[in-house]
């Protein structure tokens, strides 16, 4: 991890067998270990080596509007696999609620559209509430299905024997986050009256620390990035704060893993930006069976 | 992405400024007035919730800023706005002195001088005329020396994130919910980097677990008067 990373001496070090070889050498008046960062791939190594590039400024943060992509309804009356993919995936409990969810949840909509498919769906109160429980439960479960991703894809990071000594742990010990969000949101839904989404067995290219590394990268911005984006949806105080409690944390590996291949801690700038349904879905399509 | 959060947007339905024009709270009150800690010993106020999942949270009201900070929204506003001041002050101050940090911390340094001012900008803006005038701050050389600026910066990322944390679901307006919950993520990421860098193992990353913890304001605000770094 960065600077970090191949910093001396890790405390607990309940494992590495490299460690006590490891050369060190001193930069910038911080002794590193050369040794333990061997087997983590070339721009790991360049990142570690090369610690005035450690942490890099962001890229000024685009202020502009992107154009925005298809609406998630609209593709999803267009496209029948990715309509039920996402189905199986939000482990919704049907079509209506579904479509509640969906649409509620479209990152672009404000508050106030979110109220009015409410409405329209169901005009008794007893029934916008349901409606509302709904939305919550999908958005679970919708974070749910990435956090069985993302613990599948740190199992597997773990199992390549690509990282070892203190980036070894780190990344293991991240795995073991993911997995406790995993289990977190599934007692969430089931307290909410909810169906946990089933595990989508994900799958990972894994050829190198290096890839894996930039991958690991890109998947906990993308997780931060998708509870930011539901943020403005969800309904319950509760699921809320749960799920803002874990999209921190998120972010925090994700800067954490900036250090470790040469990328910005902050890849938006001073203000995280969200993501849609859409376009996480459109991320993830990939590590989908 | 869907959108771009920016400064404009964020006041998209002009729900800002709308509801600047109601907001109430004297902004000259001293921080201290203002955070109810004038003269007496500092209450506890609460201890610090166990962040596993729905059980997280607080009831729906607590933990709020005095209403000194102004009513509603704006008191919250308010509120973070004063922390923010004191970061962006905070590294102001080490930026202008010139520490003599490791190029890793000194990248730090730019990042969250950047931040900081960035989110000052953008509360005050959101706040209008309803914004609270910037404390005078006393950092006592914390930010002068290069061990006590990287632990105190520490502290202060991290209490970012509990303090936002702790207001999220006392926010009425999805707006202003988007962005607290944008600026969390950027006072999150700048405190896993200062904690990886106080602590290489890595420690110090996510402090607090897998979930990230709330903090009430009376928490933060006693946490801050103990600093000593608001006159």
């Known amino acids: ?289 | 992405m869907s959108y771009t959060i920016n400064l404009d947007e964020i006041d998209v339905d002009g729900a800002v400024t709308e509801a600047a024009e109601q907001a109430s709270g004297d902004t000259r009150l001293s921080f201290l007035k203002k955070a109810g800690l004038a003269g007496s010993s500092v209450a506890g106020g609460g201890a610090i919730l166990s962040a596993l999942a729905p059980a997280a949270l607080a009831s729906a009201s607590a933990g709020r800023p005095p209403k000194s900070f102004g009513k509603g929204d704006y008191g919250i506003l308010n509120y973070a706005l004063t922390l923010e001041y004191l970061e962006a002050a905070f590294y102001n101050g080490a930026t202008a002195a010139n520490l003599s940090l490791s190029s890793q911390a000194s990248a730090f340094l730019k990042i969250v001088t950047r931040d900081e001012n960035a989110h000052v900008a953008f509360l005050k803006k959101a706040l209008g005329k309803k914004a609270a005038a910037e404390p005078k701050f006393n950092f006592n050389g914390a930010n002068t020396n290069v061990e006590k600026f990287m632990m105190t910066a520490q502290t202060l990322e991290n209490t970012g994130v509990h303090a936002y944390l702790g207001q999220i679901t006392n926010l009425e307006h999805a707006a202003y919910i988007k962005a607290a919950g944008s600026i969390i993520t950027i006072e999150a990421r700048h405190a896993s980097v200062i904690g990886l860098l106080n602590e290489p193992a890595g420690a110090d990353i996510a402090p607090s677990g897998p979930f990230d913890t709330p903090l009430t304001a009376a928490e933060v605000l006693a946490a801050v008067k103990a600093t000593g770094f608001i006159s």
């Open chain 1, 1 to 289: 991890m960065t600077a970090a990373l191949g910093l001396q001496s890790v405390p607990n070090a309940n494992c590495d067998p490299d460690v006590d070889g490891a050369a060190n050498y001193t930069q910038d008046g911080v002794s590193y270990r050369s040794a333990a960062i061997q087997a983590q791939g070339k721009a790991v190594q360049r990142a570690i080596s090369d610690p005035t590039e450690v942490l890099k400024m962001s890229s000024p943060s685009n202020e502009q509007n992107v154009t925005q992509p298809a609406g998630i309804v609209e593709r999803l009356v267009r496209d029948d696999v990715d309509r039920k993919r996402f189905l199986k995936m939000a482990g919704a409990a049907g079509t209506t609620s579904f479509g509640a969810f969906v649409l509620a949840a479209c990152g672009s909509s404000s508050s106030s559209s979110s109220t009015a498919t409410t409405a329209a769906v169901s005009t008794s109160a007893a029934t916008m509430s349901a409606a509302s429980n709904s939305t919550d439960i999908g958005i679970l479960n919708y974070a749910l299905t990435l956090e069985y991703l993302e613990t599948a894809f740190y199992e597997k990071v773990v199992a390549s024997g690509f990282f070892s000594g203190s980036v070894g742990s780190l990344i293991a010990s991240f795995g073991a986050q993911e997995k406790t969000h995993v289990e977190a949101l599934k007692g969430a839904v089931e307290k909410m009256g909810g169906t946990p989404a089933t595990n989508p067995e994900g799958k990972f290219p894994i050829q190198s620390a290096s890839q894996v590394g930039l991958l690991a990268y890109t998947v906990e911005n993308l997780g931060a990035s998708a509870y930011l984006g539901q943020a403005g949806n969800i309904q319950s105080p509760e699921v809320l704060a749960t799920a803002l409690s874990i999209h921190s944390v998120e972010a925090r590996h994700a800067s954490t893993l900036g250090t470790v291949v040469k990328k910005s801690v902050t890849p938006d700038g001073a203000f995280a930006k969200p993501a849609d349904m859409s376009t996480v879905l459109a991320a993830i399509k990939p590590f989908l069976p």
